[in-house]
């Protein structure tokens, strides 16, 4: 893409846009810079040694943040803000499993996988922590770990390379029928067998993560609600501050096919003859429930969890994120 086709702006929130720009990280960094523009470089303060701003004394205060020489100058009492120098580890954890490759087959030209959404999003939240002086990682998931770089401050490039070969090997092994793929998984994730189970791989993470972080699990979450919880908890009793955002296809939302035929699960390969008409309505119901659930679990263990359709701006998921990273920095 030259520079003169370059979008600008909140067109680099569109999925589809950015699907067609090939470096991750300039799709990374277009996406963070478009997001703040305007704001402050630092949305977190806190106690460091780089100053931000003064502003007027409010009752409550802490005493020891007024600045008294500016109070000698003005007769007028103001406190010192700081830059967060949080120090963080980021750790995203990205399923890479077969169900994650499906792409709407009614969303043609405009549409992206739900694994091309979850690399976007992971690599500019790892760019945006970078750059709030965090250590970045990732790891990636099917039955057991695929890839993983630990987190430090120099990984940036090694998490956007391992995540632009996770999109590239996918495009490799994605299935060249279209249809109900996935769909078929949310229905029926409790009576299909062969998928694979996110407990072995969250095991062995929480036993690699001796530091606490920030954890982001990015999934379809096409497993029992129970089974998904039993394993985040690994992460979770380490300390870590967890948040889940699933990932959906707005085929695998509402349903939209009309023609009868074998819709063919991509994490089992079995197939399946529906006639979409008859069972649209018990299938939203499902899915419904299904994500009722596991929002109500997350809630009980105080896990942040949003479902994006990924048919939206990306700029959802991250609100959903700069929102959870608020609540940690308040209560670390």
Not at 61 to 80: E, G, M
Not at 131 to 138: A, E, F, P, S, T
Not at 252 to 260: H, L, T
Request: aromatic share 10%; glycine share 6%; proline share 5%.
């Amino acid at each position: 893409m030259t520079a003169a086709a370059r979008p600008t702006g909140n067109e680099f929130l569109d999925p589809a846009i950015l699907s067609r720009i090939g470096n991750l990280e300039f799709v990374a960094k277009a996406v963070v810079e478009g997001f703040i523009n305007g704001l402050h470089r630092s949305p977190n303060l806190g106690s460091s040694t780089d100053f931000a701003q003064h502003r007027q004394y409010t009752p409550g205060d802490d005493i020891r943040k007024v600045d008294w020489k500016l109070f000698a100058r003005t007769d007028r009492f103001y406190v010192k803000e700081f830059e967060a120098d949080t120090n963080a580890n980021f750790l995203a954890i990205l399923d890479v499993s077969p169900s994650m490759r499906y792409k709407g087959s009614t969303s043609g030209d405009r549409g992206v996988s739900k694994l091309e959404y979850a690399c976007f999003l992971t690599a500019a939240l790892a760019y945006f922590s970078a750059g709030q002086r965090d250590r970045v990682g990732l790891a990636t998931f099917d039955h057991g770990i695929v890839d993983y770089v630990p987190p430090s401050s120099k990984h940036l490039r090694l998490v956007l390379h391992s995540l632009d070969r996770a999109n590239r090997a996918a495009a490799v092994h994605s299935p060249g029928e279209s249809g109900g793929a996935a769909i078929t998984a949310a229905a029926d994730a409790k009576t299909l067998t062969g998928r694979a189970s996110m407990m072995p791989p969250m095991k062995q993470l929480s036993e690699s993560t001796r530091r606490r972080s920030i954890v982001l699990v990015i999934s379809d979450f096409y497993e029992d609600p129970q089974a998904v919880f039993d394993a985040v908890d690994n992460l979770r009793g380490r300390g870590n501050d967890v948040i889940c955002f699933q990932l959906l296809d707005k085929d695998e939302i509402e349903f939209p096919f009309s023609d009868s035929s074998n819709f063919i699960d991509i994490e089992t390969g079995e197939k399946m003859p529906l006639i979409p008409d008859y069972l649209r309505k018990e299938y939203k119901k499902l899915v419904a429930e299904h994500t009722a659930t596991l929002a109500r679990m997350a809630a009980e263990r105080r896990i942040d969890y949003t479902l994006f359709d990924t048919s939206q701006p990306i700029a959802d998921a991250l609100y959903a994120y700069l929102g959870a990273r608020e609540r940690y920095n308040r209560v670390r």
